[in-house]
């Protein structure tokens, strides 16, 4: 959320579903995003990981991180 927050405090991570679909965040926050992810949690993420699915919803992000990190992208 640390993350979300400092990239976006305008937006309410805890309740938004459509950061990617509801364009709310821009290509730009999206690039910096994946960023600051691969950077805090020292992961590659993917271009295949990189899809709405993944990223619309704070939940979202936190399961992908769960996967990447337990060696479970892709899926």
Same mark, same amino acid.
């Given at each position: 959320m640390e993350i979300l927050r400092g990239l976006r405090p305008d937006v309410d991570f805890e309740t938004e579903r459509a950061l990617i679909d509801g364009g709310i965040l821009s290509s730009f /926050? $999206? &690039?910096?995003? #994946? =960023? +600051?992810l691969s @950077? !805090?949690? /020292?992961?590659? $993420? +993917?271009? @295949?990981? #990189?899809?709405?699915e993944n990223l619309n919803s704070a939940e979202g992000i936190h399961?992908? &991180? !769960?996967? $990447?990190? !337990?060696? =479970? !992208? @892709?899926?």
């Open positions: /926050d $999206i &690039m910096r995003l #994946i =960023e +600051e @950077d !805090a949690y /020292d992961v590659d $993420i +993917e271009v @295949d990981d #990189i899809v709405p399961q992908l &991180m !769960a996967r $990447i990190t !337990a060696g =479970e !992208a @892709d899926v």
